[in-house]
């Protein structure tokens, strides 16, 4: 069993308590316009291009046994369908301006990496994180990932978009001492059209995991522009009434992964903003008030 | 202005702001001393007479305000020099004085002085010269070479602290014990009585020197006081008076004669030869809190003048400048800062309880508020230490200034267990200097130099030739492009390194003998544990304890480039040796795609990669097996450290191109530190590599973590800090300090060293300012990895 992981971050502090190592999956059933891992979109290896970096010497285009790469005016162009991501041209670009996104790794593999970090895990009550991209893609190997981590005694996390078969949910709830739920747009129109999907199924989700788990975090990215208004936080709140949340991440809209966007030759939308200062503190008293804990950022 | 009172303002405000100077005094009285009495007592006679005729006849100090007394020059700044040791010459002097960086300022009358009274007698006859006149070719070749340094070629053998004894009894007592010793020397049997008689007499000169020492500042200090119009300043006066005459004849009865008792030990020690590391009091809250605690109980004192007085003692050590040094000392060594080191928290060596007190948050108070560089501060930290101890200690630390450093009590235990000390003994042991471990007031602990294992790679790389003086420095050991394995050339390296520690110690064995006759310390003796009983002096091994330390640089450097060698040429033949021979000679100039593969596609020692950090074990089991264990000529056992103070910098200079990746002339990397920009997985995999290494047989190890403000702040960041400090030590590392400060912080402040006055790092087991350090070295702060907290 092997899934398609394209980080396995150490020293993580903000995807829940503590130290903790996070695992990146490749591959998200939405597609959030303002995604900060745009690399985590697609279930398949990626080949990220660096044009500022590039200086067209054409070591990359020589090196590859499968003539993918080519060279269109000042820039490169990879034909993935051809690209075995064999990684030659990475190693042979003398200016780093080649990254492979993905790679295979099995269970064994990723066990043995985040393990090597148990120490601190131990010691700051931190553990290992599941993102993505959405990490419930990958239900057998998660599920057999975080039984075999809750017998080695470490706190585990899921960082989801909620996008899943809710039987995947019951099978891992129980080796997952926490959820990090992301909770994107309430309107299902907007949902639809800024991430790809509806948000009934996520919003269903929530309200049958919440029933069966007693430790979720939602985790609310805000967008000015696009959901960062006061009703949108008054329908969350609405939604969450009755369910068994106790803690609210607000996770304000940074424009740090632009430069994502060019090397994989996607377009960026210009149109979002980082809220202001003061509407994220307003929205956290509106949290607070009804008795939640808030934080703003993960 | 920094300081808890309006006092330790002024105070402060005048040992910063005061230039460094040369003070002549103490050459010129003992110069004079030589003169009349050299050859008519025996030597350890001559060195204690010395020495009081130093302490009777020095010019005495008391600043405005003051409440602890005691100068080693005739006033903060004032450094003395130590003809007997290393006479300078003219041109020394001028280049201390002009110096952009660790200047020291000359007077040209003393310029004259020396050049007429202390040249012409002890030009000749120093230490320095005796050294430099009995090494070998093979010596010479590699100290010019850049392959060690000597710590011994300008200053004394020191690198011991102090204990509790100076707080249980009187130099009155330590002399009377001395004398009972003198009493049972057994002239009938014993070879060696007379010299023990000759040394236990000067041992009790030295006493005598410290009382009168004290004597005449309770003297001075009752001068002053009818003279003084300002009756509050008068009983101030008079209360000096009253504490020196009680200290240093007689043991402490109160808190503040408890701190002027160390402070004229350490003037003591400072005076009698300029030993490295000057002298520390160690575990100083341990000792002194019973007096705070007594007193406090009987109202005589309370936090607030407590404070004022641990603040004005701070400010003591800062007032005195490092000898100054000149030549490779001063490379290997390049600041004012003279490593009084003071170990706070840990456990209480007495029981073996967790040792932290009301004394412990009252030094990190004095430290954040004072911050200063010197003394350097660090904590101890054993599973017993309470978190809230740790998380202020990390609250001062993030400030950005790399103090406090963090020590490991468990592991400092375990390394002097293991190097044969008794538990009751270990107890009592801590880091001195940077980060070296020993028995405070029972050991002799002498650095003797830093070794260069990255260029030792580089002679096996030219079959034992130095490009950089054009010498064979080394022995043969064949082509490398006739290795067939990485073995074979691994092998070759372990065959040069193995010369070149022989080298290193057929010239150390002739310096401790140098000492050992010529510079005996008998006031240094008197503080030992064991000088008495053997009758031996410290610089002879008289002490309970005698360790020897090599200090092992770049072992990062060293890994990467082993590294590169057997991931790219025999593992995966990427390119030839010759291919890797030529890119090195051109410094990588045209080879812009092996550069990149070593740099960025081969495994790293930093990352808790096993390949690379397998690498590291083999060097580092190599290097150690060959130095731990040798007998010294006194009688000692040598053993390795992990540090390099500034010497990195000095020993990348003398080396071209490295095969990691590293240009010519670059620093190689620092303590255990991982290479420059070699650690990319972020500060828990660099924790995990350093702790890989067997930290319990060495003699200390150094860890610089760097973390930008921003990733560490609010009361997580605390948290995740002391998680990190506490995880190392269940990994039984060592050391760890932080340097919290960004990049474009740095830069700027070089651009502008006039708006950054105040910009305190930490370089290696020690804070400098930045404005004090030579480029490249701020060069190299500012290249040292970023870690960030995402």
């Known amino acids: 069993m092997k899934a398609n992981i394209f980080n396995i971050q150490k020293f993580s502090v903000h995807d829940g308590p503590g130290i903790r190592t996070t695992v990146f999956f490749k591959g998200c059933p ?101 993102s993505g991209g959405e990490p419930l893609i990958y239900k057998e190997f998660i599920e057999e990932l975080l039984m075999r981590l809750k017998k080695e005694n470490i706190h585990t996390a899921v960082d989801t978009c909620g996008y899943a078969d809710f039987k995947v949910f019951e099978k891992i709830s129980k080796y997952t001492d926490l959820f990090l739920y992301d909770l994107k747009l309430t309107d299902d129109v907007k949902h639809i059209f800024y991430t790809g999907v509806s948000n009934k199924i996520i919003i269903n989700n929530l309200i049958k995991l919440s029933k069966i788990h007693n430790n979720i975090n939602l985790r609310l990215p805000l967008i000015e522009g696009i959901n960062a208004d006061e009703n949108h936080i008054l329908e969350i709140l609405k939604i969450i009434k009755n369910m068994n949340i106790k803690k609210v991440n607000l996770l304000p809209y ?45 | ?60 100090y008391i600043g405005q305000d003051e409440l602890i007394v005691g100068e080693k020059g005739e006033g903060p700044q004032a450094a003395p020099t130590f003809p007997e040791l290393c006479c300078h010459t003219v041109e020394d002097m001028t280049v201390m004085n002009d110096r952009k960086y660790i200047s020291f300022k000359v007077k040209e009358e003393d310029k ?19 050294i430099l006149e009995s090494m070998t070719g093979e010596w010479k070749d590699c100290y010019a070479a850049g392959m060690f340094t000597e710590f011994m070629e300008q200053r004394a053998p020191g690198h011991t602290v102090a204990d509790g004894k100076i707080y249980e009894k009187g ?60 009756p509050k300043r008068k009983e101030e006066l008079l209360w000096i008076a009253n504490n020196c005459d ?99 928290g840990g456990i209480n060596p007495y029981t073996g309880e967790d040792g932290v007190n009301e004394i412990s948050y009252m030094i990190l108070d004095v430290m954040d508020e004072l911050k200063l560089l010197q003394p350097s501060s660090n904590v101890q930290i054993s599973v017993k230490t309470p978190d809230e101890f740790l998380k202020r200690a990390v609250e001062i630390s993030r400030k950005g200034w790399g103090q406090p450093a963090f020590y490991n009590t468990e592991e400092l235990i375990q390394e002097l267990l293991n190097a044969g000390k008794t538990l009751e003994d270990a107890r009592f042991g801590g880091a001195s200097g940077c980060v070296e471990t020993g028995c405070h007031g029972r050991e002799a602990y002498v650095l003797t130099g830093y070794l260069n294992v990255p260029k030792i790679l580089e002679l096996t790389l030219n079959d034992g030739f ?35 520690i022989k080298v290193k110690i057929r010239g150390n064995n002739v310096i401790e003998k140098i000492f050992a006759k010529h510079m005996p310390s008998t006031f240094m003796s008197v503080l030992t544990d064991g000088c008495k009983e053997s009758g031996r002096d410290y610089n002879a091994g008289g002490s309970k304890y005698n360790t020897r330390y090599i200090q092992v640089v770049g072992i990062a450097t060293i890994t990467d480039c082993l590294s590169a060698i057997k991931y790219n040429v025999y593992d995966n033949k990427r390119f030839t040796m010759g291919e890797l021979l030529e890119a090195l000679k051109s410094n990588f100039e045209g080879y812009a795609h092996i550069r990149n593969l070593v740099l960025n596609h081969t495994p790293k020692y930093g990352n808790d990669d096993d390949y690379a950090d397998d690498i590291m074990l083999d060097i580092f089991t190599a290097t150690r097996d060959i130095i731990r264990g040798r007998k010294t000529v006194c009688g000692g ?30 620093p190689v990397s620092d303590g255990i530190s991982p290479e420059k920009g070699a650690d990319v997985k972020g500060p828990t995999a660099v924790i995990k590599s350093c702790s890989k290494m067997d930290h319990t047989s060495t003699g200390g190890t150094l860890l610089n973590q760097k973390f930008s403000p921003s990733s560490i702040a609010g009361e997580e960041g605390i948290e995740n800090v002391s998680s990190l400090i506490r995880s190392y030590f269940e990994l039984m590392g060592h050391h760890i300090q932080f340097n919290v400060i960004d990049k474009k912080t740095l830069l700027d402040a070089q651009k502008h060293p006039e708006e950054y006055k105040d910009l305190i790092v930490r370089v290696a087991g020690y804070s400098d300012h930045f404005n004090n350090l030579e480029k490249s070295l701020q060069d190299e702060i500012i290249e040292r990895t970023e870690q960030a907290f995402n």
């Open chain 1, 30 to 130: 939405l597609k959030c316009l303002w995604c900060h891992n745009p690399e985590s979109q697609n279930l398949s290896k990626e080949i990220l291009y660096d044009k500022y970096k590039c200086t067209l010497c054409g070591n990359c285009i020589r090196v590859c046994a499968n003539n993918a790469i080519e060279k269109k005016g000042n820039t490169l162009i990879t034909n993935m369908d051809k690209c075995s991501f064999k990684g030659d041209c990475i190693v042979s670009c003398i200016n780093s301006a080649r990254q492979i996104a993905g790679r295979e790794y099995t269970l064994d593999e990723v066990m043995k990496e985040v393990l090597k970090d148990r120490v601190f895990y131990k010691n700051s009550k931190g553990g290992v994180t599941l």
């Open chain 1, 254 to 298: 940074h424009d740090i992964a632009r430069h994502k966007y060019e090397k994989l030759c996607r377009g960026y939308s210009k149109d979002m903003k980082k809220p202001r200062d003061e509407k994220l503190k307003k929205y956290k008293e509106m949290f607070e008030k009804e008795g939640y804990k808030v934080k703003i950022g993960g």
């Open chain 2, 1 to 60: 202005m920094r300081g808890y009172t309006e006092r330790t303002k002024k105070l402060r405000e005048i040992s910063t702001n005061t230039q460094p100077s040369i003070s002549l005094e103490r050459a010129l009285l003992e110069t004079e001393f030589y003169e009349k009495y050299y050859g008519t007592v025996e030597t350890p006679v001559l060195r204690a007479l010395n020495f009081k005729n130093l302490m009777k006849k020095r010019k005495l």
């Open chain 2, 112 to 130: 004259k002085l020396q050049q007429e009274k202390i040249i012409p007698y002890w030009e000749k006859r120093s230490i320095r010269h005796k």
């Open chain 2, 171 to 230: 130099f009155l007592d330590f002399k009377k014990e001395i004398e009972e010793e003198i009493e049972k020397i057994d002239f009938m049997n014993d070879p060696d009585a007379y010299d023990k008689k000759a040394q236990l007499e000067g041992m009790a000169i030295s006493c005598d020197a410290i009382i009168i020492y004290g004597q005449r500042y309770a003297q001075y200090a009752r001068e002053l006081a009818s003279k003084e119009t300002n």
């Open chain 2, 246 to 344: 009680v200290v240093p004849a007689h043991k402490p009865e109160t808190f503040a004669q408890a701190l002027q008792m160390y402070w004229f030990v350490h003037i003591g020690v400072t005076t009698e030869l300029n030993t490295w590391d000057s002298f520390s009091p160690g575990r100083l809250d341990q000792y002194i809190y019973p007096f705070y605690k007594k007193e406090k109980e009987e109202g005589m004192i309370d936090y607030h003048k407590a404070r004022e007085l641990l603040e004005c003692f701070w400010i003591k050590f800062n007032n005195q400048p490092a000898p100054p040094k000149v030549g490779i000392t001063l490379k290997e060594s390049g600041t004012y800062t003279d490593f009084a080191n003071i170990n706070t």
């Open chain 2, 466 to 500: 130095d490009n950089y003086t054009g010498k064979q420095i080394g022995i043969k050991t064949g082509n490398p492009e006739d290795f067939s394995s990485y073995e074979e050339l691994f092998d070759a390296f372990v065959k040069q390194l193995n010369y070149i």
């Open chain 2, 637 to 666: 056992t040598y053993q390795i450290d992990m540090l390099p103070t500034t010497c990195h910098v000095y020993f990348g200079s003398v080396m071209g191109a490295s095969p990691n990746g590293r240009l010519a002339e670059k």
